[in-house]
């Protein structure tokens, strides 16, 4: 009998000496579940607003991976500034409006553009930062609706291309004057085409890019210094819009944040 109980004593502590160890082998299986994460990048940038101006330009190595691309305002950055000895491609057409992209060509482009439209470019080009100026030779027309839903489709169709890709749409600055337009239809006009372009870039979470920002006198028109005919950059103007453009890139860095949950 005594042999017994002794037995049944031991088979007790064995059993209570499992039961503990199982027990602090759960506590740390949920100890380690609590301390599990979720971890999401988190995009902050605000694009209802214009691009901020940043007091660091950037450095001119990330024109080397950039598209410009418009109408014969963009012209100007071509001719006067050193953007292509830093590598960037630049494109231009005058009289180029939203809805020539598809057929227009520029002969006088270098050899590699010569025979694309700036629609193909658009959608075809590796370069990871594009810029799109365009809007002028439109500035008389009165469906701003109907032209933003087309530039529209053409993002939509870069962004098909390439998700990654960072967009620009550069506004219009006020030009001395427009032939057949009042300055006051000028001002109206041109804030039709100003509002659409920073709705879209809204809408499509693209950036709008605010060309007047250093480049406009007290009544709110570009610099007389800064243009040759009152409405295209002569190489000064070309150069301090190049300075601005410096300034206002946007850095993934600086609004993209991990978050863990």
């Known amino acids: 009998f005594m042999r017994l ?7 007790l502590h064995i059993l209570l000496f499992s039961t503990m160890l199982t027990s602090c082998h759960s ?18 940038y605000d694009y209802t607003k214009p691009v901020p101006y ?8 990330y024109y080397a991976n950039t598209f410009f691309a418009g109408d014969s305002r963009m012209g100007s950055l071509y001719l006067y500034t050193p953007l292509k000895d830093y590598g960037a491609e630049v494109w231009y057409c005058e009289s180029m409006s939203l809805y ?13 553009f010569q025979d694309n439209t700036l629609y193909s470019l658009l959608t075809t080009t590796q370069k990871k930062n594009i810029y799109i100026w365009l ?9 701003w609706n109907g032209w933003k839903n087309t530039y529209g489709e053409v993002i ?21 004057y427009i032939t057949d337009l009042t300055d006051e239809e000028l001002n109206q006009q041109l804030a039709l085409a100003n509002e659409a372009m920073a709705s879209l870039a809204s809408e499509k979470h693209v950036y709008y890019y605010n060309t007047e920002d250093g480049m406009i006198d007290e009544v709110n028109k570009i610099k007389d210094e800064y243009v040759w005919d009152g409405l295209h950059l002569n190489a000064d103007g070309a150069n301090a819009l190049l300075d601005s453009i410096a300034h206002h ?4 860095e600086t609004y993209v944040k991990k978050i863990c949950e």
């Open 156 to 176: 939509d169709d870069i962004r098909n291309h390439d998700p990654e890709c960072s967009v620009y749409l550069m506004s219009s600055y006020k030009p001395e």
């Open 135 to 143: 809007g002028i030779n439109e500035i008389r027309q009165n469906d």
């Open 100 to 112: 020539r992209i598809y057929d227009m060509l520029n002969p006088d482009m270098f050899e590699q």
């Open 5 to 11: 109980c002794m037995k049944q004593r031991y088979l």
């Open 54 to 61: 940043t007091e660091e330009a950037i450095d001119a190595s």
């Open 249 to 252: 890139v946007v850095k993934e």
């Open 27 to 44: 506590s740390n299986i949920t100890d380690k579940k609590e301390t599990a994460y979720h971890c999401r990048n988190i995009n902050y």
